[in-house]
């Protein structure tokens, strides 16, 4: 059996000698060893022509003699040994001495074809004649170029005969397939040794050029370019947002505005020995306008003003982060008075030493930095440096010391007032209808930052033009808040009767209770138009006072895990607990979390007492520990869990005390539902009028 061992493109196929009984007296004598140097396109598995399959398969497999074959040399190659003596002894045989140069040319050719192109089948005559010397297939395989034993050339079209080897090899024809035109000259050669100074040349000036430098002359960025910082600045602030343009933060906007009059009127500060605040951090959730505060702040202050993001500190090479803060503070002294802003700080500014993996070199180096330019053995005279960020948790002490951000501005949510400003600024150059109550559009919107306020008018101004408005009305902001809170409304998913009947108790469980329960939160919206996930939502429009002060009384939370369970006891009540659905999953878990932490951590629990058990999780970003830890025995850990489920237990059974009472109100707000697939508040009060209903008592 042969074996075969792949070289790149060259297959060797070793195969015992073959005894010369298998052979014909015109044929060849066997090889011992013999070499095929295929071209890549021939082993190419995604070419489907079906010649060059021929070829290959023949090469690899034929039984007859083994040739050499050549890649694409126009001159046949030196034969080895081995073809010489076979050429030699062959020459003995009639067939070599019918070829043998001492006849008469003439008479060897005679029979030739005429022209430049043959046919297939004057060909195949002529090799089996012995007149065809050799030929070269293109890398197609469709077309062969064919040398005669008198030096003439033709070319011939091949169709798809896979004996076409077979017949050429036991003929002694020899055999190359071009692969095209060849780069292994002087200039492939030159090429190889130049493509390596290329492309360090290349990724050269592509460093240069991702670097943006401008320290060599005529504006062409030098190759240390990288160690420089990359702030924007603004010898004339044009950031085009005063205080007028920021609403809803008006404690942050007293704080900055002492920073602004400072820079404006240095001696009426100085005069009484008061210094310049080093340094001022923005701190508030995402989207509570820090980065348009600083944008706020240079366009009063009017002085120069720098802005950098804090990742654009470390990147590319370790070091670079240093060398970019001196560069930066020594551009600010040099502009001094003047205000330097740091996006998102917590970049470069997180805890030294800390984390699962500890600390990182190259960002320790760039906050060692950052610590020395605000206060360190020279200080930073004439330098404010205003930076916001959303993690303060992860900022280093030695950051937050006063002396370099001596004041910590807290950007929070806005409240119903700065809402109602925000919505006001953000409603600017829209035109809004006359129907359009911002009053009461921020009581739908507790939690709501500027950020989220700005997208509901947009989505509200997207949804008047998708339907052809002029003006944008309440319905239109209705439903982009809808849209924003639980997902778009699925307008073509397909319900069902029954499903839309089950949806609508579910949802009118959660209303009647919520309506009945005292101190609860008043119905906003009832509605069955399945958004996102939900297939109903029913929208509470909570206190906001209890929001602002973050204190909710016992009474509050465990009315909260009887409005939660409502919609499953609708359903049970209804349709029988054998058909009731997974709808309330959800609802489930809220009422666990509730129930959990107010025996956990509030000490709303007579067994367990004014004891907190069982650790929070703890920050990864500082070190701790990701999950919590278990400080107290199983026997505790089982009192717990009784009281969770006692608590759990009484919800249901008040839900269910309510549903029963007032079961004919359930009926007509659910047949209200699904007549009209949605209920406001105002609609829904007027039934418990109607039905006389009264407020639950313990």
């Avoid at 995604?46 to 690899?60: F, T, Y």
Wanted: glycine letters at 10%.
């Amino acid at each position: 059996m042969a074996s075969k061992q792949f070289f790149g493109s060259q297959l060797v196929l070793i195969s015992p000698p073959t005894p010369k009984t298998t052979r014909s007296s015109s044929s060849l004598p066997s090889l011992f060893k013999r070499k095929f140097l295929i071209p890549h396109s021939l082993l190419n598995h995604k070419n489907n022509n079906p010649p060059r399959k021929a070829a290959l398969a023949a090469l690899l497999f034929s039984s007859v003699s083994p040739q050499a074959f050549a890649l694409d040399d126009a001159v046949p190659p030196p034969s080895p040994p081995e073809v010489i003596q076979a050429e030699a002894a062959s020459k003995s045989s009639p067939f070599s001495q019918s070829l043998s140069l001492d006849a008469p040319k003439t008479q060897a050719v005679s029979d030739l074809p005429e022209g430049s192109q043959w046919r297939y089948s004057e060909f195949l005559n002529a090799v089996k004649k012995g007149k065809v010397e050799r030929v070269r297939f293109n890398k197609d395989g469709g077309v062969l170029q064919l040398t005669a034993i008198d030096g003439r050339r033709a070319s011939v079209v091949v169709p798809n005969d896979p004996d076409l080897i077979d017949i050429l090899a036991m003929n002694g024809v020899d055999i190359s397939v071009s692969e095209g035109e060849s780069g292994n000259g002087l200039l492939g050669f030159i090429g190889n040794l130049l493509f390596p100074f290329l492309a360090f040349a290349g990724l050269f000036f592509l460093f240069q050029r991702a670097q943006g430098g401008s320290g060599g002359p005529g504006g062409l960025g030098g190759p240390m370019d990288f160690g420089r910082s990359k702030s924007k600045f603004q010898e004339v602030p044009e950031t085009g947002v005063t205080f007028a343009d920021v609403a809803g933060a008006d404690q942050a906007k007293l704080e900055l505005q002492e920073v602004v009059d400072f820079l404006k009127n240095p001696d009426k500060y100085t005069a009484l020995g008061a210094k310049i605040p080093k340094g001022c951090l923005l701190v508030g959730p995402p989207g509570t306008g820090k980065t348009l505060l600083a944008r706020a702040v240079a366009g009063e202050a009017g002085t120069p003003f720098f802005s950098c993001a804090a990742s654009e500190f470390v990147e590319l090479f370790v070091g670079v982060g240093a060398s970019r803060v001196r560069d930066l503070f020594e551009k600010a002294k040099s502009k001094a008075p003047c205000i330097v802003f740091i996006d998102e700080i917590d970049a470069v500014g997180r805890q030294r030493g800390a984390g699962m993996g500890g600390g990182n070199d190259e960002r320790e180096q760039t906050i060692n930095q950052l610590l020395t330019e605000m206060d360190g053995f020279s200080g930073n005279s004439g330098v404010i440096v205003l930076a916001a960020t959303n993690r303060p948790d992860v900022l280093d002490s030695a950051l937050l010391r006063p002396g370099r951000f001596d004041r910590q501005v807290t950007v929070d949510r806005p409240d119903v007032a700065g809402r109602i400003k925000i919505l006001q600024v953000h409603s600017r150059g829209k035109a809004l209808a006359k129907d359009v109550d911002f009053d009461k559009v921020a009581r739908r919107t507790p939690g709501f930052t500027g950020a989220d306020l700005q997208n509901l008018m947009n989505e509200a101004a997207i949804l008047a033009a998708r339907r052809d408005l002029k003006e944008i009305s309440k319905d239109e902001i209705a439903d982009a808040l809808e849209r924003i809170i639980a997902g778009p409304e699925k307008k073509n998913a397909v319900v069902s009767e029954e499903k839309k009947k089950l949806v609508a108790y579910h949802e009118a469980g959660h209303a009647l209770v919520g309506a009945l329960m005292p101190e609860y939160d008043p119905v906003a919206k009832i509605s069955i138009i399945p958004r996102g996930q939900a297939g109903g939502l029913t929208f509470f429009a909570p206190s906001e006072e209890r929001l602002e002060s973050g204190l909710y009384s016992r009474s509050y939370l465990e009315n909260q895990m009887a409005v939660a369970l409502g919609g499953r006891v609708a359903e049970e009540v209804i349709f029988g607990k054998e058909n009731v659905t997974t709808g309330a999953s959800n609802d489930f878990m809220q009422v666990s979390r509730v129930a959990r932490q107010m025996v956990e951590r509030f000490g709303f629990s007579k067994k367990i007492g004014q004891v907190a058990v069982g650790g929070s999780g703890g920050d990864p970003f500082l070190g701790q520990q990701m999950s919590s830890q278990k400080d107290y025995s199983m026997a505790t850990a089982d009192v717990v869990d009784s009281e969770v489920r006692e608590l759990v237990e009484k919800a249901y059974a008040r839900a269910t005390e309510i549903i029963n009472t007032h079961i004919d109100i359930l009926h007509k707000l659910a047949q209200l539902l699904i007549e009209k697939e949605s209920v406001d508040g105002e609609e829904f009060m007027s039934l418990f009028i109607d039905g006389k209903a009264e407020l639950y008592v313990a």
